[in-house]
């Protein structure tokens, strides 16, 4: 198995966990990008225990130790009266309960250091203007085809080329990704543009009737990410990942808690962006032959619970377990996708159904011992490089 030929298409968290994953467990896989350059949204990440377990056993834990922050706590608050409604701990208590910190970082920072250390092991491993169109599977190679005209062969083809993924839609007859009648809203400010009280508690969620707001630091302390949701039936605009005016933010958020108002007044406006929000229903099965879905190319989910992002980390891990841990190709992806399959669909469930428990008619009444997340639902207790599969 240590000569085989894998193909990564797409060089997003996802893909560059696998490819890490990959390399840690002895083999040598190529990534192919169709961006020119690596870029990330600029906009936060959280990082639940379960992530920074794989991000540390792919190599990162320095770095999240030097660009990442801790937050003691996450408070839940009233949107219009600013009353603290309930408060998770964060801190220390969740690096003690779950073995590993949770932590907020840009996602920008994250990228960085992921795809550093993927060229640092292997300098050659990356191809970025590299966008796939097709491919074929033949005599248990996978041939494809690339914008460029570059046609190459492969062993096993990982697609981890998001939520709409081009190799999904070739080895899959399905329907393309449902907007979800959400959108999100995303800014960065400065915090020396905020006085104390628009930043205290440093972390939080104010929950209103069909709305959420959401904002915590990153970069040590020194941005204030933001990312806000509404429930909007239909997307009319062009695209779904648009520049957005103070005068729509505010016209949704003004009349909210100055911890909200102020923060959207003092964000650039070249940092104010919206997003709708898509998913697809999950799939029981993501291989096809020599070729498997990885990231939100299997999973795509809605935000609510912060888990996108970690699902895709957390296959990375397995996937490059499964390959050293088998004797053959379909053993070590049918082990990874028996690994994943349930985990990752759960979550995707959820995080539909998740949505509610802060956009409630009453925010009042929000009780944090009675609603379902993430912690209470048991997805911080998995630890992707120890799991048997
Ligand atoms: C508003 C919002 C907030 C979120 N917050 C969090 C959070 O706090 N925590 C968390 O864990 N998750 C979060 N998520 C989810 C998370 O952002 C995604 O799940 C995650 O980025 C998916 O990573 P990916 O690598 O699978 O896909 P992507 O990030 O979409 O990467 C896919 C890559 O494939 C490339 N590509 C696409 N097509 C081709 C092609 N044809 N050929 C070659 N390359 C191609 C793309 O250029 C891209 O680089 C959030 C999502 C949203 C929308």
Partial sequence: MENINIAIIGGGMSGMAAALSLQKNGFKPNVYEQAPELTELGAGLTISPNSTHGLEYLGLKESLS???DIPSDQAIFHYNTGEILGKRMRGEETRDLYGAYYYQIHRADL???MSNLLVRNDPNCLFLNHSFVDLKQENKKVEVLFTNNVRKSFDVVIAADGIRSSVRSKIFDEEKPQYTGNIAYRGLVKTDKLSKDTVTPPSGVAIAPKKAFARYLIR???????VAFVQRPGWNEEGWNIRVTHDELMSEFGDWHPRISDLIKAAPKENLFKWALYDRDPLDKWTVGNITLLGDAAHPMLPFMGMGAAMGIEDGVIIG???????NINDALKKYENARKDRANFVLLKS????DRFQSDSPEKYDESKVENEESLGLFNYKPHEVQI
């Fill in 66 to 68: 030097a660009y990442a």
């Fill in 111 to 113: 990228q960085r250091e």
């Fill in 220 to 226: 040590k302390g020194n941005l204030v990410n933001f």
């Fill in 321 to 327: 377990r499964a390959f050293r841990e088998a004797n």
């Fill in 352 to 355: 539909r159904s998740t949505r």
